[in-house]
């Protein structure tokens, strides 16, 4: 009972605090983009299906992931979700180690690794970049405005 509470508590804490992330401005100006937020999410679980669908094909020609240091014989439904789950982790810079890729396989991990690293410095120099233009909008207008009420 004290679990089902707890987790309650948490999914509406949670909840709560991502409503007033993406709905409330508490600062005169925010640097959130929500279309750049969405951006990132949809390139993740791109880059994310695209590794993972790449080490399940590859996996067919040959072996590209071991589970628990040994081979493991499984179906094709398990083999798909082993390597989404291997792509995800790998994408996160998270890396368990409770799958291991064995040749051509640790090259595309190193690759999907440099890019899940990468990406969220892309996002924030984006977001950065547009704030920048913003503010260069926003004192054009000021000077314009101030043009012409001197005239």
């Known amino acids: 009972m004290i679990a089902i509470v707890t987790v309650l508590l948490i999914v509406i804490l949670m909840g709560g605090s991502l409503y007033s992330f993406f ?3 508490s600062y005169k100006r925010s640097y959130f ?17 695209s590794f993972g669908l790449l080490y399940f ?3 067919f020609n040959g072996v590209l992931l071991i ?25 996160m810079t998270v890396g368990y180690g409770d ?10 991990a190193l690759i999907e690794a440099l890019i ?16 920048n233009e913003q503010k260069e909008e926003e004192t054009k207008e000021l000077k314009q405005k101030h043009k012409f009420d001197y005239l």
């Open 23 to 25: 709905y409330q401005k």
């Open 33 to 49: 983009s929500r279309e750049i937020f969405y951006t990132m999410i949809i390139v993740y679980f791109i880059v994310l299906t």
């Open 57 to 59: 094909v590859l996996s």
């Open 67 to 91: 589970e628990g240091g040994k081979l493991q014989d499984v179906g094709a439904l398990e083999s798909l979700a082993h390597s989404l789950y291997f792509s995800g982790v790998t994408l």
């Open 99 to 108: 799958i291991t890729p064995i040749g051509w396989g640790r090259l595309l």
């Open 116 to 131: 899940g690293y990468i990406l969220p410095a892309a996002f924030f120099l984006k977001i950065w970049q547009y704030s």
